[in-house]
């Protein structure tokens, strides 16, 4: 083991010497954004990659999930969950609505779907579901209670680049999919993100917004923001899509080790199965009452030994000063949230992380576990 820490995740990256080409043609062309040739080319590749009809590319998913709440006129009220990275209940209020905190599913930590049709309301407009880590939500329960009320349904898809859920993308779920093409990503563009969408009239729409509210250059109906991405970043994506799905087996085999080494460890529970979610974005423990630390112990005890594992996702969302104050984030309404929030950890999972590394963290746990 080296003096070196290993971090819960570190970027892919494809061979510099494949990414000169494109960067010399960016120089040539001299066109750097605003829906430049990658640009145009990278949304087609992801387009067929996922087998969905339209997607607009993003500066990163925060905004991506902004605009995508614009574009679906949400106001009032948006239910969502608490267990997931501050950006989902950001984008709802940046988009002049409410968040309503549900509590989640013990089974997978997704959204539970029964809280959500008790927390409807006439000033509900929309749902906003994350399919954490990676691991699909209960799409069909939530376009039931979603068809049935009239909501608009926008999933927070950040982790789960490449998820199939029955036979085709889990991007085909609800009336637009987010997804984060950040550096700690599966698959990263730098910064980048992208909504799916479901018909050429959504695009446009979502395209306009990210282009300040602009129709045709000369008219804005209504007021947007800058959220393009750049050829840069478009270009990279290109690139990076020939190696993701080599750089997915590699994830699936890490989380293969952890599972064969840890999934009989007393006290540990695993919210997407022991393997991890299929795209193999993260590796996401629970450290339960059998276990021979608490999380936070086991958090210290892996940091001492140079591994910086993360508590993906402590605080839950609703105990953050900005939303303490909202009436569905009290504690007493979220309690599976809020025991998750205390037991979670997500252990280093990249494409490149050596075995013994991986041996040696799971060495690790298992003697803290006794
Ligand atoms: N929705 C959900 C459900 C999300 O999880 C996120 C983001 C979003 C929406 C919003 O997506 P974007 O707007 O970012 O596209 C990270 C990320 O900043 C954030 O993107 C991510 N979720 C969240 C779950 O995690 P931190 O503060 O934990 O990341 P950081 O910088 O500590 O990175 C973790 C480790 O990764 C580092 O210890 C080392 C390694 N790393 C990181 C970066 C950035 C590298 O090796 N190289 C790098 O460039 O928040």
């Not at 608490?82 to 997704?110: C, K, Q, Y």
């Not at 250059?217 to 020939?242: D, H, R, W, Y």
Request: charge should be negative.
């Amino acid at each position: 083991m080296s003096n070196n820490n290993i971090f819960v995740t570190r970027p892919s990256l494809p061979p510099l010497d494949e990414f000169i080409p494109y960067l010399s043609r960016i120089w040539e062309a001299k066109q750097l954004s605003n829906g430049g040739p990658f640009h145009r080319e990278f949304e087609l590749a992801l387009a067929e990659y996922f087998d969905v009809e339209q997607v607009s590319l993003f500066t990163n998913a925060t905004i991506a999930l902004l605009v995508s709440l614009q574009a679906a006129g949400v106001t009032g009220e948006v239910i969502t969950t608490p267990f997931s990275f501050v950006a989902t209940s950001n984008a709802i209020v940046l988009a002049g609505a409410e968040p309503v905190f549900v509590d989640v599913d013990p089974r997978n930590l997704n959204i539970s779907a029964e809280q959500i049709e008790a927390a409807i309301t006439p000033r509900t407009s929309a749902i906003l579901p994350v399919h954490c880590y990676g691991n699909p939500c209960d799409v069909k329960a939530i376009e039931d209670i979603a068809k049935r009320h009239g909501l608009k349904i926008i999933y927070d898809a950040a982790h789960a680049f490449g998820v199939r859920h029955e036979g085709s993308s889990i991007l085909k779920a609800g009336d637009m999919s987010v997804l984060s093409f950040h550096a700690t990503k599966v698959f990263n563009t730098f910064e980048g993100g992208a909504v799916i969408s479901r018909d050429l009239a959504t695009k446009t729409r979502i395209d306009e917004v990210k282009n300040f509210g602009l129709v045709d250059g000369i008219q804005m109906p209504t007021v947007g923001l800058n959220g393009k991405m750049s050829e840069f970043n478009a270009a990279l994506g290109l690139l990076q899509l020939k190696h993701v799905g080599n750089d997915i087996k590699a994830r699936q085999r890490v989380a293969a080790i952890y599972a064969d080494r840890l999934g009989s460890v007393p006290g540990i529970k695993f919210p997407c199965g022991v393997n991890g979610p299929a795209n193999g974005a993260y590796y996401p423990i629970l450290i339960t009452d059998g276990f021979g630390q608490t999380r936070d112990e086991l958090f210290e005890t892996l940091k001492t030994n140079g591994i910086i594992s993360r508590k993906y996702f402590f605080p839950l969302i609703s105990d953050m000063e900005a939303f303490r104050a909202n009436p569905s984030a009290d504690p007493t309404n979220l309690p599976i949230a809020k025991r998750a929030a205390s037991q979670a950890i997500c252990l280093p999972i990249y494409a490149d992380i050596d075995r013994k590394t991986v041996e040696y963290i799971c060495d690790l746990i298992t003697a803290a576990a006794k």
